[in-house]
């Protein structure tokens, strides 16, 4: 059975998970509109990763005797300045996400829950691959500026930059 705490935490961060997934549809939406195809197929995947997070969420509250509370989402921005003011509020987002995850252990720890604390590594371990993905993006669009031909570049192959070639140049 779920402590309080833990339980009401939890939904805390299935509301997040699912405003995420609500974010990042958006943010492909836009991308879409903008002509940036690639970057809109990779954002509409991005968005139902984030919805099988809240999946997750969902099952194990319930599994272990909680309430999942399918939440009301806030409408997400529909317009942004550029590509690269997206994705850098895409690595804050996700660097807000992190702290929200590791808040959550603390609470599991707090509570004596190390089932829910294991199961959390799943996420703390995504949100580190999440992150450096981010950033790698930030990194790429950066050092393409206003290149026009680079931005093409970019959207073609963006689906093409993984977590592995996120993570290897500094590990
Ligand atoms: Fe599920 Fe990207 O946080």
Same mark, same amino acid.
């Given at each position: ?37 690639? @970057?809109? +197929? ?7 990763? $984030?919805? %099988?997070?809240?999946?997750? *969420?969902?099952?194990? /509250? ?52 190390? @089932?829910? +604390? ?7 371990? $995504?949100? %580190?691959?999440?992150?450096? *993905?981010?950033?790698? /993006? ?34």
């Amino acid at each position: 059975m779920l402590k309080p705490k833990v339980e009401s935490a939890l939904n805390n961060q299935l509301l997040i998970e699912a405003e995420s997934s609500q974010i990042y549809l958006a943010m492909a939406s836009w991308a879409e509109t903008q002509g940036l195809g690639g @970057t809109a +197929q990779f954002l509409y995947k991005h968005s139902d990763e $984030e919805r %099988i997070h809240m999946l997750k *969420l969902v099952q194990y /509250i319930n599994e272990r005797g909680g309430k999942a509370i399918i939440p009301a989402l806030s409408k997400p921005t529909k317009e942004y300045k550029s590509l690269n003011s997206m994705f850098e509020t895409l690595l804050n987002h996700e660097i807000m996400v992190s702290e929200k995850i590791n808040d959550l252990v603390e609470t599991c720890l707090k509570e004596k829950d190390y @089932t829910t +604390q294991n199961f959390l590594q799943w996420y703390v371990a $995504e949100q %580190i691959e999440e992150e450096a *993905l981010a950033r790698t /993006i930030m990194d790429k669009l950066k050092m393409i500026g206003a290149d026009k031909s680079g931005l093409y570049m970019f959207d073609r192959d963006i689906e093409t930059i993984t977590i592995q070639s996120s993570v290897a140049p500094n590990q």
